[in-house]
């Protein structure tokens, strides 16, 4: 009856009354539908996770002048279900000396710690599994189980290079959750809330015109996070191969690959939630819950397509330069950013929003200017040291 | 027995499994791995009781960090991370009395308490813990003086790392 306005209220208020009219006891009955609600979402999730593959492609291949998976199916559509097929008829094998146990729960753990993040995730108003009030914390959390089974698994493999890789990819993945926790507290105050359903429904202003380099430095991290280009320092195909998922085939190997990809689609998800006002544009939420949903995942849509266009136009960055960057400009920069945002939300507080956009809006422009002031600087100074100051003045004219 | 308690006792049996495989596994990284399981049971029994900060800051902290700080240092000190040695020192025994002793006492303690046979009352609708933990942390009538000294103890420690890691010119 009021399926339209609230589905997951009523469909889960006509299982109950199914499942009690069976004669099943009433806690037993939530416990079963909130499990079959679970088992929706992740089969949703893992169906998208298949088209992901087709979208990537289809991308990457438009990005390098090319037309991608043409052949199976209207537009290549059937390719990753082919793809499927032949991961599974693969071999399955573990390398002599592995670790059984662990080599095998690693990509599972890796799976695993992107669909956890889906439990926060608020598709719609009243579509969303749970509104935790630590929402931005447990980001982090799934993040550290991700890369507890990065390591997992290049340990667990017995090769060198996966092991390195694996060094890498942690030391990488452990460095930007720093500036990442960082910039995930600017929505936090903006907000007052930490949940995710609470900072969507306070940004009446997109958060992005409010702290645009907080948006910015969050991408960075999240794409980092994501072990993609131009942080994806575990793949060297010289030196390293592909780092932690050397030695991995199959679907093994498939779930990591997979896992990559949903990781990469649900960051763009987080940045459109966080930043980018979630499920809410112009009213249309107001209408009907589903169009909130299309709108959240066009929205996730586009996050990702700008992670796949920065993936495929950069070039790796070495790893004293990527943990140097990190250390040294994103993470002081992120702290920095955060006591301007708290500083200029109290004294804003209280003024009409076009001031207060604006004021907020300045004061980003205004670190950021300051902070690649001090960049420019420093790094003009190290240059001097070596080269000698006549070159580098010679350089600058 | 409600769904609750039957939760939590399997709950505690696996960190209690996993934390008696920490001690007596050889392998110091599945001791590591092991460590990482007990850490999280101890987050879904933060979980239990309606403290989901905190769970969530265990899991960021002491498997987000500390964990994988420890399979790092494993990973870097030996080759092969097996230890051959016997595992038990040949006062085990004192330790094992300390052990029960001190179960015994608390036991007796938390059983003399008469509010630990009653039901805890559940917390009112609406009730916002992590706001009530913050404001807690930094009002000046609860914990502001603690949690500033704890915060400077560990910014000491952090400058102290870095100047022992600086490398002088």
């Given at each position: 009856m009021n399926f339209w306005n609230d589905p997951l209220k009523t469909a889960a208020d006509w299982l109950m009354g199914v499942f009690t009219g069976w004669g099943m006891n009433e806690v037993a009955a939530q416990v079963l539908i909130a499990f079959l609600g679970v088992l929706l979402l992740i089969t949703l999730l893992m169906v998208l996770d298949i088209f992901l593959v087709w979208i990537e492609r289809k991308v990457v291949a438009r990005f390098q002048d090319r037309l991608g998976p043409?052949?199976?199916g209207p537009f290549g559509l059937i390719q990753p279900f082919a793809d499927i097929v032949k991961l599974l008829i693969k071999e399955d094998f573990t390398p002599g000396g592995a670790d059984k146990v662990v080599y095998n729960i690693a990509p599972m753990l890796s799976m695993m710690s992107v669909l956890i993040?889906?439990?926060?995730?608020?598709?719609a108003p009243v579509i969303l599994s749970v509104d935790l009030n630590v929402g931005l914390l447990y980001l982090i959390a799934a993040g550290a189980i991700g890369t507890l089974s990065i390591i997992m698994a290049g340990w667990a493999s017995n090769n060198k290079f996966a092991l390195i890789g694996a060094f890498r990819q942690v030391a990488v993945m452990v460095s930007f959750e720093v500036p990442m926790l960082a910039t995930l507290l600017i929505p936090t105050i903006l907000s007052?809330?930490?949940g995710l359903n609470g900072i969507v429904q306070a940004q009446n202003t997109w958060f992005v015109f409010i702290a645009p380099l907080a948006a910015l430095i969050f991408l960075i991290a999240a794409i980092a996070e994501l072990g993609?280009?131009?942080?994806?320092?575990?793949?060297?195909?010289?030196?390293?191969?592909?780092?932690?998922?050397?030695?991995y085939a199959g679907m093994k190997f498939g779930m990591f690959y997979a896992g990559e990809l949903l990781h990469a689609f649900t960051f763009g998800g987080f940045w459109a939630i966080l930043f980018f006002g979630?499920?809410?544009?112009f009213g249309l939420e107001q209408v009907s819950p589903f169009l909130a949903v299309a709108v959240m995942v066009f929205k996730a849509m586009i996050g990702y397509w700008i992670i796949m266009w920065i993936k495929y136009t950069m070039m790796r960055i070495r790893i004293d330069h990527m943990l140097a960057f990190n250390w040294k400009f994103l993470t002081p920069v992120a702290f920095v950013l955060l006591m301007v945002v708290a500083l200029a939300n109290a004294l804003l507080a209280g003024t009409p929003t076009w001031l207060y956009v604006s004021g907020m809006f300045l004061s980003n422009v205004l670190v950021a200017w300051a902070a690649m002031e001090v960049a420019r600087t420093v790094s003009r100074r190290e240059r001097e040291k070596v080269e000698g100051p006549k070159a580098v003045a010679e350089a600058h004219h | 027995m409600t769904a609750e308690q039957i939760v939590f006792l399997i709950v505690a049996l696996v960190t209690l499994g996993s934390a008696f495989m920490v001690v007596t596994t050889r392998n110091l990284i599945h001791a590591a791995l092991w460590l990482v399981a007990t850490l999280f049971g101890v987050a879904v029994v933060y979980a239990l009781l309606n403290a989901g900060f905190l769970a969530v800051v265990q899991v960021v902290v002491y498997i987000g960090a500390i964990a994988i700080l420890f399979i790092f240092a494993v990973m870097l000190t030996r080759?092969?991370?097996r230890d051959s040695g016997?595992?038990?020192?040949?006062?085990?025994w004192v330790g094992a009395l300390l052990a029960v002793a001190s179960y015994l006492g608390l036991s007796a303690l938390v059983l003399g308490w008469?509010?630990?046979?009653k039901a805890a009352a559940g917390l009112p609708s609406g009730f916002d813990a992590v706001g009530q933990l913050g404001e807690a942390l930094t009002s000046p009538n609860a914990y502001v003086l603690p949690f500033e000294v704890a915060s400077v103890l560990l910014l000491a420690a952090l400058v102290g790392a870095v100047y022992v890691a600086f490398n002088r010119k």
């Open positions: 043409n052949r199976v993040l889906w439990a926060i995730v608020p598709l007052g809330s930490m993609r280009a131009p942080f994806d320092l575990s793949e060297g195909e010289s030196e390293l191969v592909s780092g932690y998922n050397i030695e979630g499920y809410r544009f | 080759k092969d991370a016997p595992q038990t020192h040949k006062n085990w008469s509010g630990s046979s």
